[in-house]
């Protein structure tokens, strides 16, 4: 038939069908992710704080269970020391997931809330961090003096900080919580470590992790002060993994994939603690000797879970001192959904 002699029937069933398709291309566009999955960017510091991540990229892990999802996932590994430059990193979006102490990750939590939304995956496993010191006349807090240094990773802001923030406000009252943060200096741990037991610089303290402070603990002139553990009452998460509400709504695949390599990597640790001991060492290429790393992985004060352990005590007493402006009601708030099937605190 001739369009131009068309009826008015034809026309009109022309047009709803033109109806139709419009209405079929704006719902496949909304239902379309912002951006393909299949991609993901994660940052981890130095230390056995990250053997759950060392486990996940010697197994690879989050490709395998990519594959499950029908995605075939590229990973990107990157290594950066400190929570600032993590922090940084992830609003930029120059990178995913970002891992940290719990102070760091509520930090993002707090500040983010109402545009970014960043909030906690899962835990990387509780252990506690030492605060120990070359100088044999600092027994306390109450010990040091301007002239002492402590060097944490991310001074004012880090795991280590914020955690003696809240023992000084405990030891000497809120008001001077940050007294210590004068003689903060932001320092890796490698580089602490090395600094610590030389004992020719001016720091004279590092609040350290695994297994940098078991290495400073081998020297008789040093010895420890406090352990987090002892802020915390009890064993309690060291290192979290964020990222941003953006990437977790837009990547469900990707993130699912991530979070379940993640689970098996905390079974593949504890199933074989010195086997995990020896992944450690070739996946960051230590020279640490063996067994060394797998005293540490076996010391009964570590464990390696995904699930969060007095996380709220960061979130609860920092809030009272007001490094945080929202206050949580419990560990979930600042937790993906998807971690709130396990156990936490």
């Known amino acids: 038939m001739n369009p131009i002699h068309a009826s008015p029937l034809l026309?009109?069933?022309?047009?709803?069908?033109?109806?139709?398709?419009?209405?079929?291309?704006?719902?496949?566009?909304?239902?379309?992710?912002?951006?393909?999955?299949?991609?993901?960017?994660?940052?981890?510091?130095?230390?056995?704080g990250y053997l759950i991540l060392d486990?996940?990229?010697?197994?690879?892990?989050?490709?395998?269970?990519?594959?499950?999802?029908?995605?075939?996932?590229?990973?990107?590994?990157?290594?950066?020391s400190g929570a600032t430059s993590m922090n940084e990193a992830?609003?930029?979006?120059?990178?995913?997931?970002?891992?940290?102490?719990?102070?760091?990750?509520?930090?993002?939590?707090?500040?983010?809330?109402?545009?970014?939304?960043?909030?906690?995956?899962?835990?990387?496993?509780s252990?506690?961090?030492?605060?120990?010191?070359?100088?044999?006349?600092?027994?306390?807090?109450?010990?040091?003096?301007?002239?002492?240094?402590?060097?944490?990773?991310?001074?004012?802001?880090?795991?280590?900080?914020?955690?003696?923030q809240i023992a000084t406000a405990r030891a000497l009252g809120d008001g001077a919580y940050k007294q210590l943060d004068t003689i903060s200096i932001s320092l890796a741990h490698p580089d602490a470590t090395t600094a610590l037991i030389a004992g020719h610089s001016e720091i004279d303290a590092h609040f350290s992790s695994p297994p940098f402070q078991y290495q400073e603990l081998e020297h008789a002139n040093i010895h420890k002060i406090l352990s987090s553990y002892d802020v915390l009452g009890g064993s309690g998460t060291f290192n979290a993994l964020y990222t941003t509400e953006k990437f977790h709504d837009e990547n469900p695949k990707t993130y699912r994939a991530f979070y379940e390599a993640l689970?098996?990597?905390?079974?593949i640790i504890n199933a074989d603690k010195n086997a995990a001991a020896a992944t450690y060492l070739r996946v960051e290429h230590s020279s640490l000797p063996l067994p060394l790393v797998q005293?540490?992985?076996?010391?009964?004060e570590i464990s390696f879970t995904i699930s969060p352990e007095r996380s709220f005590?960061?979130?609860?007493?920092?809030?009272?001192?007001?490094?945080?402006?929202n206050g949580a009601t419990s560990w979930k708030d600042y937790f993906f959904p998807e971690a709130w099937s396990s156990p936490g605190s």
Request: hydrophobic share 45%; glycine share 8%; proline share 4%.
């Open 295 to 300: 005293k540490i992985v076996n010391d009964p």
């Open 55 to 80: 486990v996940v990229q010697d197994q690879h892990l989050i490709e395998k269970y990519g594959k499950q999802e029908g995605l075939d996932i590229e990973v990107e590994w990157k290594t950066v």
């Open 263 to 267: 689970r098996e990597a905390a079974r």
């Open 127 to 164: 252990m506690p961090n030492y605060l120990l010191t070359n100088n044999p006349n600092i027994k306390t807090l109450k010990d040091f003096t301007e002239h002492d240094r402590i060097a944490v990773p991310a001074a004012g802001v880090g795991f280590q900080s914020r955690t003696l």
């Open 90 to 125: 992830l609003l930029a979006g120059a990178i995913d997931v970002v891992s940290a102490g719990v102070p760091p990750m509520l930090t993002m939590w707090d500040r983010t809330r109402g545009h970014q939304n960043v909030k906690a995956v899962a835990s990387l496993g």
């Open 11 to 48: 026309k009109r069933l022309r047009r709803a069908f033109a109806g139709v398709l419009v209405l079929a291309s704006a719902t496949l566009s909304y239902c379309e992710p912002a951006h393909a999955e299949g991609k993901i960017s994660i940052a981890q510091q130095f230390g056995i």
């Open 313 to 325: 005590v960061y979130a609860s007493e920092l809030h009272r001192l007001g490094v945080l402006k």
